[in-house]
Nanobody, 123 residues
Framework: QVQLVESGGGLVQAGGSLRLSCAASGRTFTWYAMGWFRQAPGKEREFGAAINYSGGVTYDVDSVKGRFTISRDNANNTVFLQMNSLKPEDTAVYYC????????????????WGQGTQVTVSS
């Protein structure tokens, strides 16, 4: 079992930045790929970014690439999502998720999920 706890969400003005954290506990974090997904009100959950166990990263090109950066600190069992140049359309609940080894854009391929953290971007 892997337990995931997100933090760092909040209210920010458009153009601002936030850094989300996801702390993992349980089995060996190093071998897990980590993903960040988000769900806006009335919309389906969507992929944002992912990082595999060796550090390779994948971004959703249309929505976040160039503004968001995913990284991981294996020594502290934590994955981060640095979000810059935030827009009102980035408003959503952000979830981190874990699966073994390789990352995926498909939420159904992730086995463990955090409870989510709210990000609200005002215009």
């Amino acid at each position: 079992q892997v337990q995931l706890v997100e933090s760092g969400g909040g209210l920010v003005q458009a153009g601002g930045s936030l850094r989300l954290s996801c702390a993992a506990s349980g089995r060996t974090f190093t071998w897990y790929a980590m993903g960040w997904f988000r769900q806006a009100p009335g919309k389906e959950r969507e992929f944002g970014a992912a990082i595999n166990y060796s550090g390779g990263v994948t971004y959703d090109v249309d929505s976040v690439k160039g503004r968001f950066t995913i990284s991981r600190d294996n020594a502290n069992n934590t994955v981060f999502l640095q979000m810059n140049s935030l827009k009102p359309e980035d408003t959503a609940v952000y979830y981190c998720a874990a699966r073994m080894y390789s990352s995926s854009r498909n939420e159904d391929e992730y086995h463990y999920w955090g409870q989510g953290t709210q990000v609200t971007v005002s215009s």
